[in-house]
Structures are given as structure tokens and as C-alpha cells.
């Protein structure tokens, strides 16, 4: 069996990448952001400043629904919200 070492940047949950010339960059009115693809085939979009904002299945969702993430975070989201409780009524 062969094998071969390879050396990796470790990293800790809470430290921040920076961006990277590597990375293709997607600009919207309200920030700039990558797609990164990532373990077990997923794809995260990260902002300039290095912080994580939609995680997906396919790199083309992530593209769309982070654009309208990083609007609602700054023009707040006027849409349909959630109604649902979380109580459980009746005899379990």
C-alpha cells in the first residue's frame, strides 16, 4: 500500500481564513464572497472579512442564496416567517 504525507494548514474553529488571490469572487451590492468546497462534498460561502455565511449541496445554490442572505443581513427580511411551536400537547 502507498502512501503519501502531504502537509496542510491546521486551523481552529474560530480562526478566520483569509481571503485568498486562489478563489473566484462573487460580488453583490452589499459584499464580495467565495465558495469553498469542503468535506464530504458540501460548499460554504465566506466574506472578505473571513466569516462563513451559507452552507449547500451544490456550489450554484450557495452562489444564489448567499446573494440574498448578505442583502437580508443588511436590509432585514420582510418575508413569510415561520409559525410553527415547538410545544407538544396531548398524552405521550
Do not use: C, I
Not at 462573487?26 to 466569516?51: A, I, L, N, Q
Not at 445554490?61 to 436590509?75: K, P, Q, S
Amino acid at each position: 500500500m502507498n502512501m503519501t504525507a502531504t502537509k496542510t494548514k491546521s486551523k481552529t474553529s474560530k480562526e478566520k481564513q483569509a481571503p485568498d488571490a486562489d478563489y473566484q469572487w462573487y460580488t453583490t451590492p452589499h459584499g464580495d464572497f467565495r465558495v469553498e468546497k469542503h468535506r464530504f462534498g458540501t460548499y460554504m460561502s465566506v466574506s472578505k472579512e473571513g466569516d462563513n455565511l451559507v452552507t449547500g449541496l451544490t456550489e450554484e445554490a450557495v452562489v444564489l442564496v448567499t446573494g440574498e442572505h448578505m442583502r437580508w443581513a443588511v436590509e432585514g427580511y420582510d418575508g413569510p416567517t415561520s409559525t410553527y411551536s415547538g410545544e407538544v400537547t396531548g398524552k405521550l
